[in-house]
C-alpha cells in the first residue's frame, strides 16, 4: 500500500492546529501524499474537490474557525471523501467538548482518532486528563470499544498500545516508541498519515498500515536519535526511507 500511495500522492486536506503545520507538512510530504493546509472556509468546495481524505484537528481552534471546519466537513461529505477527527484535549475544556460534539453530531466521520484520555473522555466517561498529552485510563481496546458503543464511529486510540474498534473488528497495534511521548505532534501527524492512507481506501486495513508504518518508522527512527531532537528530525527520514518489507516488524493483534 505505501508503493501505491506514493504512486498516487492522494491530497490531504489538513486543518489542524497551529503547533504542529510544518511537522504535519513535512510528514506527508515524506510519506509521499500531498499536503495543503487551508484557513478559508470559501475554498474548501474547491480544494475539496481533489482530496483524497480530510484531516480536522481541532488543537489550536477557536470559536471563529468553526464555520471553517464546518464547511470542509460538508464539502468532505458531499464529496464522498473519509473525514478523520481528532479531538485534541477533548476533556480539557467545555470549549473543545462542545467544538468536538458539534463536528460529530453533523457530519459523517470516518474515524476518530485520538490518544486514551481523548478518547476515554469523549465517550463521556470522567478523565483525568487536563491538557493535550496522554493519560493512562485503562487498557486502550476497552476505551476504543466503549467509544464505538457511544459514537457509531470507528475509533483508534493511541497510546503505547493502539487499538482500533469499528464494532465488526477490534484489533490491537503494538510497534512504537517511547520518544513519541516527548515531542509535540506525534499524534497529530498520525492523524495526517492515517487520513493519507483512508484516501486510497477507506477500510480498516488502511488504519493498520498507516499506524504500523508510522511507529515501525519511529522505532528505527529511535535507534539514530540522541533524544527527542533528533529522533523527531530522523522519523521524518525513515517515514520516507520506509519500504514495504520494514513490514515485516509489524505487530498486530485480532480480537474476537
Ligand atoms: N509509550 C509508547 N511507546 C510506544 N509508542 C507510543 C508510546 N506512546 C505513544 N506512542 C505512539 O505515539 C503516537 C502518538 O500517540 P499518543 O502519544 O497517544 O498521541 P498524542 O500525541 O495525541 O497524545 C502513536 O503512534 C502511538 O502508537
Ligand atoms: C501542545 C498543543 N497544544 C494545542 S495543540 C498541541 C499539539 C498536540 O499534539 P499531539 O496531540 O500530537 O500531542
Ligand atoms: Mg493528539
Known amino acids: ?3 501505491e500511495l506514493r504512486q498516487e ?9 497551529d503547533v504542529v503545520k510544518p511537522f504535519t ?3 506527508l510530504l515524506a510519506l509521499g501524499a500531498s499536503p495543503i493546509m487551508s484557513g478559508e472556509s ?19 481552534c477557536t470559536k471563529e474557525k468553526l464555520p471553517l471546519y464546518e464547511e470542509m466537513a460538508r464539502c468532505a461529505n458531499n464529496y464522498n471523501i473519509p473525514v478523520v477527527l481528532d479531538p485534541v484535549g477533548y476533556g480539557a475544556s467545555a470549549f473543545r467538548k462542545n ?11 470516518a474515524l476518530v482518532k485520538g490518544n486514551a484520555g481523548e478518547i476515554h473522555a469523549l465517550s463521556g466517561q470522567k478523565t483525568l486528563s487536563k491538557g493535550v498529552d496522554n493519560v493512562t485510563e485503562g487498557n486502550t481496546v476497552e476505551i476504543a470499544k466503549t467509544a464505538y458503543d457511544v459514537l457509531k464511529v470507528p475509533v483508534l486510540v493511541t497510546g503505547e498500545t ?34 493519507s492512507f483512508l484516501a486510497l481506501e477507506n477500510q480498516p486495513e488502511s488504519i493498520e498500515y498507516a499506524v504500523s508504518l508510522y511507529n515501525i518508522a519511529a522505532e528505527k527512527a529511535a535507534q539514530y536519535a ?8 530522523k522519523l521524518i527520514d525513515e517515514i520516507y526511507n520506509f519500504k514495504t518489507d ?5 505487530k498486530v493483534k485480532v480480537h474476537e
Open 1 to 3: 500500500m505505501i508503493d
Open 9 to 17: 500522492r492522494p491530497l490531504v486536506v489538513c486543518i489542524t492546529n
Open 25 to 27: 507538512a513535512n510528514g
Open 42 to 60: 470559501d475554498e474548501a468546495a474547491d480544494i475539496l474537490k481533489h482530496a483524497g481524505a480530510l484531516l480536522l484537528n481541532i488543537g489550536t
Open 99 to 109: 467544538f468536538t460534539d458539534k463536528l460529530l453530531g453533523n457530519y459523517d466521520i
Open 162 to 195: 493502539d487499538a482500533y474498534a469499528d464494532g465488526n473488528l477490534t484489533k490491537t497495534m503494538h510497534n512504537g516508541h517511547e520518544y513519541l511521548e516527548v515531542i509535540t505532534g506525534s499524534g497529530c501527524v498520525l492523524g495526517a498519515v492515517t487520513a
Open 226 to 233: 540522541e533524544g527527542p531532537g533528533t529522533f523527531s528530525v
Open 246 to 250: 520494514d513490514y515485516k516488524t509489524k
